[in-house]
């Protein structure tokens, strides 16, 4: 786990399809064109045909099951990064193999959305999709391919099968320059969003103190391993044991210790935990994935180990307390968790300290 394993896939990756999201693409488009070297690669663009017709006649919900259903499909058979880039348009960059191989892979999966189409009861075709193919060392922007990826996505449609259909990008019209120029400015600043919105989960998610996410990435883990269905998982609540001693010096030093605390417990946790502060004082919690009840408070008194041996070096040695419970055995809420955390917890202080006490 990263000290800040912060939440910072939200803003690219579109919650409803699990593909990447608009912001996304126009960052590749930026980072693409900035690199040298190009290779041959090429852009697929997907449009849903008649989807507004599936929203009017079976209902929004009939149409988020569709929209998941396209996202599958698209990453299933295309072995590439997949956008939403909004509504019902996907597009799709290939950059690895030649592209013969990006047009059968396209192929396959217009086919397979037109063999499976009778799932929803959606017209054939079920999705207009253009395969444009660009040479590494075409003289192209980044405004470029956005004209040409909707521009033959309308060109497809203008037909009367609204099919398959494969163009070359030399073929199409480039942008002029005053259109140029607008998407260019467009596209930087839609990546340049990305950039501010890292920066504000960033501190809307991290401790200031230790640099350890905070109680709001700790329950947005909670919720999101809840509703993911996860296995059996641990959630500890830990306090420390008497450490006024710190903050009697002053309140830097106590900040230092909670520092020290923060270290010393990250660097016990195994790939895949999660460690945040919790509350403002000196409080941690962390999430435990794959641990069932019969392990959970083996496993949390190794923290009490390893918080005793390490602060030994420290000004003043320290101890800490640890509730344990375990999902979804101690509740199914992140609420229900939490609480029965912090009864083992409260046993775990009033039984003597430096222990862990899994939750009745």
Known sequence: MELAQIPQQIF?????????TLVSFCEWLTQHFSATGRTPFSVIALDVNRFAQVNATKGHAVGDDVMRWIGIVLMEEINAPVYRLGGDAFGIVLTQDAHAHHATIARRAFDRFN???????????????????????APMEPADIWFQLYDATYDAKATADRAFKIYHAAELKRADGFLRETLGRMIERIAW????????????????VTGLP????????????????????????????????????SYAVGDEMIDALGKTLHASLRPGDFLARWRVGDEFLIVLPNLARDHAQAISERFCAAVAHASRQWRFPVTISIGVAVFPDHGTTSAALLERAEAGLKQAKDSGKNKAVLAE
Do not use: W
């Open 115 to 137: 063999r499976d189409a009778a799932r929803f009861e959606l017209a054939v075709p079920v999705a207009t999709i253009t395969v444009i193919h660009y040479a590494g060392d």
């Open 193 to 208: 969003l990305g950039a501010m919105v890292d920066e504000s989960q960033h501190l809307a998610f991290t401790d200031p």
């Open 12 to 20: 690219r990756i579109d919650p409803l399809t699990g593909c990447k």
């Open 214 to 249: 905070n109680q709001r990435a700790a329950h947005n883990q909670i919720e999101t391993r809840i509703a993911q269905t996860q296995p059996a998982f641990a959630v500890l609540m830990i306090d420390g044991d008497n450490l006024t001693d710190y903050n009697n010096i």
